[in-house]
């Protein structure tokens, strides 16, 4: 009975050890886990000109924009992402643009951002006059 609580304790230790070698080595080779990214209140569209901030888990997280999926295409001059802020550039010509985070080995993460533009501002009254020291409450509407 002793020698099998003996050959218990030294499989336990073993196992143990082996538990800490690997995770050790996970630490210094880099874990294989899949990065994701959140933007600010969840949006997922910008206006021209625009900035919209994204968060990302993981570590020395590497930040890119595309015009593509994959990563591979080139967006406008002057839309740049750094450390997690999209600048869109007031002349994209893109409606649809990536940004992808990679952290390490690990799978990357791609969010699609849609380029909104303003086309129009209605304000009503249309044709108001107010006399001074007077207030006149306008409603405006974006297109």
Request: glycine letters at 10%; a positive charge.
């Amino acid at each position: 009975m002793k020698k099998s609580g003996k050959f218990f304790g030294i499989f336990i230790l073993t196992a143990v050890v082996c538990l800490f070698i690997t995770s050790c080595i996970g630490l210094i080779v880099g874990s294989s886990t899949r990065v994701t990214i959140r933007a600010d209140n969840n949006l997922s569209s910008v206006l021209l000109g625009g900035t919209l901030r994204f968060t990302a888990t993981g570590r020395d997280v590497i930040w890119i924009v595309s015009s593509t999926r994959d990563g591979s295409g080139s967006v406008s001059p002057g839309t740049t992402i750094i450390n997690g802020v999209l600048n869109v550039s007031i002349n994209e010509t893109y409606i649809v643009i990536y940004v992808i985070a990679r952290s390490g080995d690990g799978e990357p993460d791609v969010k699609e951002v849609r380029i909104a533009s303003v086309t129009g501002v209605s304000i009503n009254p249309p044709n108001t006059s107010v006399t001074a020291g007077r207030t006149q409450q306008f409603n405006a509407s974006v297109t």
